[in-house]
């Protein structure tokens, strides 16, 4: 009986430290705090940007707060209030302290967090460096009192090819500091190029045998699939998608020769400045089976109808007007603008993200077949 009691009372003080044991804790304290209470969300998509909430988590007198949780490691956001949205990529055994006074923020207890904001840094210096100066430039120059269509067009060539650049800065961060990190996630809302293939299926195989059970691995494995099936060779999914008019019209039911799925919008530079070298190549070979279905991820219905009468796109358009939420968008794993497939009359995909010259060249000798 002695024998029994003894197994019994090793038993329950196993399950019990089981139970008491935490995925992660956060803990801290907030400045003159707006409100008494602070929120945990999880950022279950962010490309679609949709996230869940964990917990509320209240304020003490002072602006303190400590909670457990037995959630799963993934990429999570601490909302402070309306103005101030903390990320946190949480794994486990971690106790994370957050400080948010008037001179600035700070997290301590978490290395992936920390790896993921030298990352949102290096990220940010190296846009202003390549992207973001010659977007300036554009706009300076535009704004004169006779602006030069030619160095237009110049500097926006230099700003596409720039931000193929700046993306392999952050395909060569990855691949240096990443590892198997949580903070991994959020990078792959940047994950594009036909070249990068077998390096994203390289790291996320390796993410996966880190953390074989994670949603957050199935993500990534869904990321790498979907930018598989939308590459050059693959079959381009079907798209229905209203019309200006409210007419639903399919990517299918087009069927010409050769047709370029165009996902741009209103507010993107380099895809309105595209739209010459769109219309010139609609008006040279459309009676000749050559056809355009543009996607705008527009979420402003005025703003997009006001750039399909001034760029005089005549050809089929279609929006949802839910942004990068437009389901097509998802699909296609476009994640940033101007993106662009040309697939034949089967639906094969025979070029990706072609822009400018490139595009008319490749048309044109289609077109002479």
């Known amino acids: 009986?002695?024998?029994?009691?003894v197994l019994l009372t090793i038993?329950?003080?196993?399950?019990?430290?089981?139970?008491?044991?935490?995925?992660?804790?956060?803990?801290?304290?907030?400045?003159?705090?707006?409100?008494n209470y602070i929120i945990l969300n999880q950022e279950n998509d962010i490309e679609r940007k949709e996230s869940i909430v964990i917990d509320t988590l209240f304020l003490d007198e002072s602006g303190k707060f400590k909670s457990d949780f037995n959630t799963a490691p993934h990429f999570y956001s601490l909302v402070i209030n309306e103005d101030e949205v903390v990320p946190l990529i949480l794994d486990k055994g971690q106790i994370v302290t957050i400080e948010i006074r008037s001179s600035g923020k700070k997290v301590t207890g978490s290395n992936d967090t920390d790896l993921f904001m030298?990352?949102?840094?290096?990220?940010?210096?190296?846009?202003?460096?390549?992207?973001?100066?010659?977007?300036?430039e554009i706009a300076v120059e535009s704004a004169t009192e006779h602006p030069d269509p030619i160095k237009i067009d110049s500097l926006g060539k230099l700003e596409i090819s720039n931000y193929d650049l700046h993306l392999a800065e952050l395909n060569s961060f990855i691949k240096e500091k990443m590892g198997t990190s949580i903070a991994l996630y959020p990078t792959s809302i940047r994950w594009k190029g036909e070249e990068n293939l077998k390096f994203y299926d390289s790291i996320v195989s390796n993410f996966e045998k880190a953390h074989s059970n994670l949603s957050v691995s199935k993500a990534l494995r869904e990321k790498v699939t979907r930018l598989q099936q939308t590459s050059v060779g693959g079959i381009a999914p079907d798209i229905e998608m209203n019309t200006k008019d409210g007419d639903i019209v399919s990517l299918y039911s087009i069927n010409k020769r050769y047709t370029l799925v165009e996902f741009w919008a209103s507010w993107c530079g380099p895809c309105r400045r595209e739209s010459a070298v769109l219309k010139n190549l609609y008006s040279k070979y459309n009676n000749k089976g050559f056809e355009i279905y543009g996607i705008s991820l527009d979420t402003n219905k005025k703003q997009w109808l006001g750039?399909?009468?001034?760029?005089?796109?005549?050809?089929?358009?279609?929006?949802?007007?839910?942004?990068?939420?437009?389901?097509?968008?998802?699909?296609?794993?476009?994640?940033?603008?101007?993106?662009?497939?040309?697939?034949?009359?089967?639906?094969?995909?025979?070029?990706k993200d072609i822009h400018g010259e490139e595009l008319e060249k490749l048309v044109d000798e289609l077109m002479r077949d």
């Not at 935490?22 to 409100?35: D, E, S």
């Open 1 to 5: 009986m002695k024998y029994f009691l």
């Open 11 to 35: 038993f329950l003080f196993a399950n019990c430290s089981q139970e008491e044991k935490h995925t992660f804790t956060l803990q801290g304290r907030i400045q003159n705090p707006v409100r």
């Open 118 to 136: 030298e990352y949102e840094k290096f990220r940010a210096a190296s846009l202003e460096r390549l992207v973001k100066t010659i977007r300036k």
């Open 307 to 351: 750039a399909l009468e001034k760029d005089k796109r005549t050809w089929t358009n279609v929006s949802t007007l839910e942004g990068f939420k437009t389901p097509a968008a998802y699909t296609y794993a476009v994640t940033a603008l101007p993106m662009s497939y040309l697939i034949d009359s089967d639906g094969k995909i025979i070029a």
